[in-house]
């Protein structure tokens, strides 16, 4: 069976136009108002300023805020640790501890030091000697040979002598016999005699000073280096790392005053146990009864002023 279908009659095609009108114009995109016709006024220019004005009442509200100013840089951070760590290190260094490591770190890198120098001015000597003692023998007979070891016994001798004074020095307790320091300026003296004698104007035809120099700087410098090593070993025994400075103090003590007659002065540690040392000099016969500032600064090997104390105090007045 076949149906038949109805033609569409001019109602139907009306509709049909209206409806596709309608939606093409829904698909159409509208164009955008025109700023000129805009009854209020906002404009694209005044839609920007009003944004400016905006930002710049937040900007300005903000700036008023230090707390990004409050905030460490990474320079300023490392300032500050550096700044913290020196302050630290200024506090160990005050500390009683610390001082006497440092006290006992450079008195063992001054002994060790002035005992090469030593050695070295004692094997420099080594040459003169046995010029001295071989009396120009052929090279390699006996008494070329021989002439070799009189400087090292000697040298052996004189460094095991004053060894035991630096040893005893850093133990608070300074050798300071007069025979001993007698055996040590004699093995000096005998040093420097063998090196100087083929070298002075009546033994030598061609004597230069130069020459002469040359052969006795290492008896010279060994000489004074036994002088000074007891020295400073003994200031370093007298060193008392808790004692404060007088920066740390604030304040000085009263010292002697040789032209006003006073002789108030504050007796410390140091010059205590020089007084100590005299007594004890005085009592074994090795120092008079009152004896005078260079005496007491020659047998203790100390400084004049200390040694000026040290006959104040002992002096009958001041008893």
């Known amino acids: 069976m076949t149906l038949a279908t109805p033609e569409p009659g001019p109602d139907d095609i009306a509709r049909t136009l209206a409806d596709i009108e309608r939606h093409l114009t829904a698909q159409t995109p509208h164009p955008p108002p025109d700023a000129s016709d ?24 903000l700036q008023t805020d230090d707390t990004p ?17 020196t302050a630290r290190l200024h506090r160990l260094g005050r500390d009683p501890e610390m001082r006497a490591w440092q006290a006992a770190r450079m008195r063992r890198i001054l002994t060790t030091a002035l005992m090469v120098a030593l050695t070295l001015a004692l094997a420099w000597s080594t040459a003169g000697v046995q010029q001295f003692a071989a009396e120009g023998a052929e090279p390699w007979s006996p008494g070329w040979i021989f002439a070799w070891l009189v400087e090292p016994f000697m040298s052996i001798a ?76 003994a200031a370093f025994a007298r060193l ?17 005053s040789a032209n006003t007659g006073d002789r108030v002065r504050l007796i410390s540690p140091e010059v205590a146990a020089l007084i100590e040392r005299t007594q ?25 002023d200390d040694a ?9 007045e001041a008893a």
């Open 308 to 316: 000026r104390a040290v006959r104040d105090a002992l002096a009958p």
């Open 240 to 256: 008392d790392p808790t004692r404060e400075t007088p920066a740390e103090r604030g304040l000085t003590g009263l010292t002697y």
């Open 280 to 304: 004890a000099l005085i009592a074994a016969g090795d120092l008079p009864a009152t004896p005078s500032a260079y005496k007491i600064q020659r047998a203790l090997r100390c400084g004049m």
């Open 69 to 85: 100013l409050l905030l460490d840089t990474p320079r300023v951070r490392r300032r500050r640790r550096k700044a913290h760590e």
């Open 38 to 61: 805009d009854d209020t006024g906002e404009t694209k220019r005044v839609r920007q300023l009003r944004a400016e004005v905006a930002e710049a009442r937040q900007l300005a509200a």
């Open 158 to 233: 004189l460094l095991g002598i004053v060894g035991a004074r630096a040893y005893l020095g850093t133990q608070g307790q300074p050798l300071d016999h007069p025979k001993l320091i007698r055996i040590e300026y004699l093995f000096l003296g005998l040093t420097l005699g063998m090196n100087a004698w083929p070298y002075l104007p009546w033994t030598d035809d061609d004597f230069t000073i130069s020459r002469l120099v040359l052969h006795i700087l290492g008896p010279i410098v060994a000489v004074a280096i036994v002088g000074a090593l007891p020295i400073i070993l």
